[in-house]
Structure formats: C-alpha cells, structure tokens
C-alpha cells in the first residue's frame, strides 16, 4: 500500500481521486445521489428503506423523530435557550440570529407566493 499522502483524497468506495468537497469519486457521488432519489420517487423512507407511502420517512421513522424535536424543544424552552439552535435567548424562544432568519424567511416566503 501506498504511504498516504494529504494532496488527493481518495474516494471511499474505489482507487479514484475524490471530488472536491466529496468524499467520493464524481461517478460515486453521482451513484449515492441516484440512489438517495430513487429510494425517495420510490416511496421509501430515506432512513430505513421501508415503505414510507410518497413522504421522506415512514411512520416510525416520522415519528421518532418529530418525538426527537419536541423533546429538544422542550427542554431547550425550559432552559431558556434557543429552541431551534440551542444557544443562549435570554428568555426568548428564539435566539437574535435565528429570529432575525425566521423573520426574514417568512417575509420572502410571503413576496414568492404572492
Ligand atoms: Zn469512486
Ligand atoms: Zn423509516
Ligand atoms: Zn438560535
């Protein structure tokens, strides 16, 4: 084996060098993002593979994770930090950068539909 050297990284699934900013190869990048539409036209959940009925994630998978949220929501709340990125609000749900980007994303939300 080749001593490693730091200029090219190679792709983790075969001898080529990696795209910038991949850890893959272009053909193997390509592949994985292939496989990851395939498996979401397909109807399956993105997660687990099974049957997900046309939505990301099947209904277990949905559910752990919106349970994940409310529980990191909550407890973020009770401890007075930012609910969506965990820092410090000084009582506010929402710390100033993150209201300042949700207000922001709701007014062009709003000037795009209308
Ligand atoms: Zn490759
Ligand atoms: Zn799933
Ligand atoms: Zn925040």
Redesign the pocket.
Known sequence: MAAPRKSTRRCTKCDRPAAPGHRQCRAHVAYFREYRRKRREAGRCIQCGAGARGYQLCTACAERSSELMRERYRERRDAGR?V??G?A?HGES??R??ATHKARSRRRLRAESG
């Open positions: 930012c969506i990125c820092a609000s929402l710390c950068p993150c």
